[in-house]
């Protein structure tokens, strides 16, 4: 199983980036525990900080892999253009947030995602992306 894992602006800072929201991992260390965890899943990780470079993976990857485990940041709560290229391709999405959105500002209640996404893990700190994939396998 090939499992996409995109992860959108600002969360390349994971680890030192608002740790009482955020925690104090980095998301390369976490993404290593996954692939010690998953040795059946081939993991493809991708981060930027850019809509469009975003949309592009999406695009690249929508076709090919089995799932995408997708966490746009605050390109959740604005992308038209993201929640596009997530109808747009084949292969089914999860959308993930590491804090419960809905216990912060009103902003973070608005996603373009969660209408077009298979479906949606929120608030359980890195492990949402675990529980993600834990639904995938389970599928
Ligand atoms: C986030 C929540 C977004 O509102 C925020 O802009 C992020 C991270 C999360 O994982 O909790 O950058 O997607």
Do not use: W
Not at 9 to 37: A, C, H, K, M
Not at 69 to 80: D, F, K, P, Q
């Amino acid at each position: 199983m090939k499992i996409a894992i995109i992860n959108g602006p600002n969360l390349n800072l994971l680890g030192t980036r608002e740790p009482s929201i955020y925690g104090n991992q980095t998301f390369e260390e976490y993404l290593q525990g996954l692939v010690n965890d998953y040795p059946e899943i081939s993991f493809d990780y991708f981060q930027s900080n850019i809509e469009g470079a975003l949309i592009d993976h999406i695009q690249k990857v929508g076709f090919s892999c089995d799932a995408i485990i997708l966490n746009a940041a605050a390109y959740t709560h604005t992308s038209v253009g993201i929640g596009d290229a997530v109808k747009a391709i084949d292969v089914p999405v999860i959308e993930v947030h590491i804090s419960n959105t809905f216990s912060r500002e009103d902003f973070r209640h608005k996603s373009y995602l969660t209408p077009v996404v298979k479906g949606i893990i929120v608030g359980f700190g890195l492990d949402s992306y675990r529980l993600g994939i834990e639904a995938l396998l389970k599928d």
